[in-house]
């Protein structure tokens, strides 16, 4: 059985391999934005993102198979916007070998858990054109689509 906890240091060198995996997969995507990077993260860096959002891992039989690092966006008093407290998920990703077995899903549902806990009114994140497999698999989570993102290069 999965389980669901919140990451530590220690996890750095299982977290690694999966961050370079979606670095990767978007660095081909998008190779006049993305660098290409042997490592997407130092540990250092980790070090700070464990500081900075909340970071959470998926395991299943002691190994780390997914991981989803958020935090919580509050908007209060905004003359146009309604007062809301989202969970934002910055970064998500199951390992390639575990995907479609329903820890996707399972982590989801967690993180879901979390936000309305924490009080949050809606779960937001942002997912490249590019990426069907990652926008198929947000709408079967009953995500919609609420804004578009354009860019135009200049050079």
């Known amino acids: 059985m999965a389980l669901f906890r919140k990451a530590d240091l220690e996890d750095f060198d299982a977290i690694l ?3 370079n995996e979606v670095h990767q997969k978007h660095a ?7 660098r290409n990077l042997q490592n997407a993260i130092t540990k250092e860096e980790y070090a700070q993102e464990l500081q900075m959002h909340e970071v959470y891992v998926l395991e299943d ?8 690092f ?8 905004h003359p146009l916007i309604l007062n809301q407290k989202i ?15 329903g820890y996707g899903r399972a ?7 979390l936000a309305k806990a924490q009080g949050c009114t809606s779960i ?10 990652a926008k198929t698999f947000y709408k079967s989570m009953q ?13």
Request: aromatic share 14%; proline share 3%; charged share 40%.
């Open 17 to 19: 391999p999966l961050k």
């Open 107 to 113: 982590m989801f549902e967690e993180l879901e858990k």
């Open 70 to 77: 958020c935090y919580v966006m509050e908007i209060k008093d």
């Open 143 to 155: 995500m919609r689509r609420t804004r578009i993102r354009m860019q135009k290069a200049l050079g």
């Open 28 to 34: 081909q995507a998008e190779p006049d934005f993305y």
């Open 87 to 101: 969970f934002f998920i910055d970064d998500y990703c199951v390992a390639r070998r575990e995907k479609r077995k």
């Open 61 to 68: 039989n002691n190994k780390i198979i997914g991981y989803s």
């Open 124 to 133: 937001e994140l942002n997912v490249w054109d590019f990426n069907e497999e």
